[in-house]
């Protein structure tokens, strides 16, 4: 057993000893590979040599041969504990771990990527980083991402600009969640990495094997339904940008509601931001645009639209009634409090990385035409309504199915 290989001691490496491997050497192919077997004979073991306590300090730049030296193993046992790999005993895994530490090595990233053929990262694309709910959504995705050991590459897709940096990353990452509601999915499809696996959110259907998306009309439908029920009559419905799947699927639930319940719906066009909505409660107040409800199509377009009615002495719920969609952290905050749809936003980021991680694992699996099955597929997650004061004087913060 290596543990017990007790040669004569070597040297101390010094500024003549031969490079570290890189990987077209061979050693490096060893020292990527091994046998991975506990007690096991592997090619890398006839290089496992004793303890040389190199170093009292960290070297400044140890490589994985100062590691296998100071803990008097091979290169390959280095490598197999330094890569998890099972069958591995305590007290080989002890003496790498604590060789590593003395000498301060850190394995680098790319030899370390190819051995193992992953990178631990996975890439996102955005369409924007504007507002609380890209920041929450991040922040999801982060938190989940870290449990998992991966990190986040970030890229932004600001109206389709950036798509030829898509191809790009491949081999930077191990797999991609994508939001893109603006794009045409044909479009996005083409300039996708060709074999990484990804996770498509609150994109338009197309051929996508993964989607992961909010029921935005049924959201939207609920809005209007408790608005109806409160006594609205003429609601006017702030939208999203045009071409964006998430504003279109919200103003179509929002006009098929308005349309059951016999009410009028005006449609005002808007960009997600708060100046649509505060151009909208402006018409209103100004008495250029009839309405006693907004339904703007996220919450900022609302808070926009409330803070503007408040400051020309509108009074909300009481005149006109305001909510928004989406439920940011901000949202509870205003005064008054905004009625919304609730997505929990942080655990949609989370959510969406648990698949894509699914994906990627099912993807290295043998078996992968079975197991892929059981990652694709579209999951809709439907909102709930929140009701606060901003549409009633009497209820606050009730989460209504």
């Known amino acids: 057993m290596e543990e017990d290989a007790a040669p004569a001691m070597p040297p101390a490496r010094t500024a003549h000893d031969p490079p570290p491997p890189t990987p077209a050497d061979p050693a490096w192919g060893e020292a990527a590979h091994g046998d991975g077997v506990e007690g096991g004979p592997a090619a890398g073991d006839r290089d496992t040599v004793a303890p040389a306590r190199i170093a009292a300090t960290r070297l400044a730049h140890a490589t994985i041969h100062d590691v296998a030296r100071e803990a008097g193993v091979s ?37 370390r990527s190819l051995s193992l053929a992953r990178t631990g990262a996975i890439g996102v694309v955005l369409p924007d980083l504007h507002g609380e709910f890209f920041s929450e959504l991040l922040r999801g995705m982060d938190r989940e991402a870290g449990t998992r050991g991966l990190g986040l590459l970030l890229t932004v897709l600001h109206d389709g600009r950036g798509l030829d940096t898509l191809a790009g990353l491949r081999g930077q990452v191990d797999g991609l969640v994508v939001m893109a509601p603006q794009l045409d999915p044909a479009v996005l499809a083409q300039h996708m990495p060709r074999g990484v696996a990804a996770l498509f959110l609150n994109c338009a259907a197309g051929d996508a094997a993964a989607r992961l998306c909010i029921d935005n009309r049924a959201g939207a439908a609920a809005i209007v339904a408790h608005l109806v029920a409160g006594g609205a009559k003429r609601i006017v419905h702030v939208a999203g940008p045009a071409g964006n799947v998430d504003a279109e699927e919200r103003r179509a639930g929002a006009q098929a509601a308005a349309a059951d319940a016999g009410v009028a719906l005006c449609v005002v066009e808007g960009d997600f931001r708060e100046a649509s909505g505060a151009a909208a409660a402006t018409r209103i107040a100004d008495g250029t645009l009839a309405g006693d409800a907004i339904f703007a199509a996220n919450d900022m377009m609302a808070i926009g639209a409330l803070m503007t009615l408040r400051r020309r002495g509108i009074a909300v719920p009481e005149q006109v009634a305001v909510a928004g969609f989406d439920d940011i952290p901000l949202a509870r905050l205003v005064t008054p409090a905004l009625t919304t749809m609730r997505i929990d936003i942080a655990e949609l980021g989370a959510r969406a990385v648990a698949r894509l991680a ?34 009633t004087t009497t209820i606050t913060d009730r989460e209504t199915e």
């Open 75 to 111: 290169v390959a046992s280095v490598s197999r504990v330094l890569n998890a790999r099972d069958h591995v005993r305590p007290a080989m895994r002890t003496r790498v771990e604590e060789a590593t530490a003395r000498l301060g090595y850190v394995p680098h990233a790319g030899a």
């Open 358 to 391: 699914t994906r990627i694992t099912h993807a290295r699996d043998r078996a992968r035409e079975e197991a892929s099955d059981h990652a694709a597929g579209t999951e809709a997650i439907v909102p709930q309504l929140v009701v606060r004061e901003t549409t």
